[in-house]
């Protein structure tokens, strides 16, 4: 009787656990509107505490370093603008031959290898026109639509930015507070925030760094090649490989299949998918795990799960916040003796 009392909360244990996460998640999708911006900010600000904290040595004052970021910033975002801006404009003038090169040439020679296959298949893949592909309507529609909620996104940008610039101008002020209102606890506290600071702050300039050589690899070998967009697929390359392990995916593919669409021959778009896919495979592979393996300890089943919960959560900004995000959760658990099992299970090598 005894065994079976000590057995039974162990045994609700897991469920309970698994129905808090749940629970959780539930209520961090429903303030999404309100608690993202502030999340996003709080990393962001983890970026461009570096040059803060350069400035501030240099004896510059807080506000003159504040609007030195907010400038660098704006300048960020107006280049990717006119980036996006530009190639959109050539990608509408481009579509025409993609069409005609689909139609005339890719469809047919599909349609040739299918010659011995059966009926049901062939007609199948006899009904992709380009016109039932893709809708040249339906994509002048979304990008006016685009440009229609442009204020609605430049408000929410507006709103991670003045997070960001109140979390920066509050720097070092949150560890002074906790030595004043913990005082008995101050320093087990500030080592907790600083291991949290510390390990989100590299890991974001990392994977920033990393992800720049990435799409700067990506545009120099389209451009090389010839390829079409090549500076727009560098800029998506740089933004989706903030995604983990599915990010690099959608960077390789885009790329390639306009280069399938651009050339009449059949060379030159395969020696561009091989070259990129074996440099990326290369930098994604063997480099990029080098430099991020000691930065983030997290186990490679953890962060596939890590991605999808957050990405249920808060869609495409929480696949990106994913693995920091976790990595803080770990730290905060090893820091405690009662949960630090849970964070040596939760590590790549324990």
Do not use: C
């Amino acid at each position: 009787m005894t065994d079976t009392h000590t057995r039974s909360p162990r045994s609700i244990t897991i469920p309970l656990t698994i129905l808090a996460l749940i629970a959780t998640g539930a209520a961090l999708h429903l303030m999404q509107p309100a608690l993202l911006p502030f999340v996003v900010a709080l990393f962001l600000a983890n970026l461009f505490r570096p040059l803060v904290a350069l400035l501030l040595k240099r004896h510059i004052p807080m506000a003159v370093a504040l609007i030195v970021v907010m400038l660098l910033v704006g300048a960020i975002l107006m280049a990717v603008g006119l980036v996006a801006v530009s190639s959109v404009q050539s990608l509408i003038a481009a579509l025409p031959r993609y069409e005609a090169r689909w139609n005339n040439e890719i469809l047919p020679s599909v349609m040739r290898l299918l010659e011995n296959a059966p009926g049901a298949l062939r007609d199948q893949v006899r009904t992709l026109q380009w016109s039932n592909l893709v809708e040249v309507s339906a994509i002048l529609g979304v990008l006016y639509a685009g440009a229609g909620g442009f204020v609605s996104v430049l408000s929410g940008v507006g709103l991670i930015l003045l997070f960001m610039l109140f979390i920066l101008g509050g720097y070092g002020l949150f560890e002074r507070k906790i030595k004043v209102a913990y005082p008995e606890h101050a320093s087990e506290f500030s080592e907790v925030i600083k291991r949290i600071d510390a390990k989100t702050e590299r890991y974001f300039i990392t994977v920033t760094l990393m992800n720049f050589i990435s799409g700067l690899l990506t545009f120099a070998i389209l451009a090389i090649f010839g390829v079409d967009l090549a500076l727009l697929w560098g800029l998506v390359g740089f933004i989706v490989n903030f995604i983990p392990t599915i990010g690099s995916i959608f960077a390789l593919a885009l790329p390639i299949a306009v280069a399938f669409l651009q050339f009449s021959d059949f060379g030159t778009p395969l020696a561009t998918s091989i070259t990129l896919i074996v440099v990326q495979f290369t930098w994604g592979s063997f480099v990029t795990p080098r430099l991020m393996g000691a930065r983030l300890d997290l186990s490679p089943l953890l962060i596939l799960i890590s991605l999808i919960f957050w990405g249920w959560v808060w869609g495409p900004w929480g696949m990106i916040l994913s693995v920091p995000i976790t990595s803080m959760i770990k730290i905060a658990l090893e820091s405690v003796p009662a949960t630090k099992p849970i964070a040596i299970l939760m590590s790549a090598k324990g």
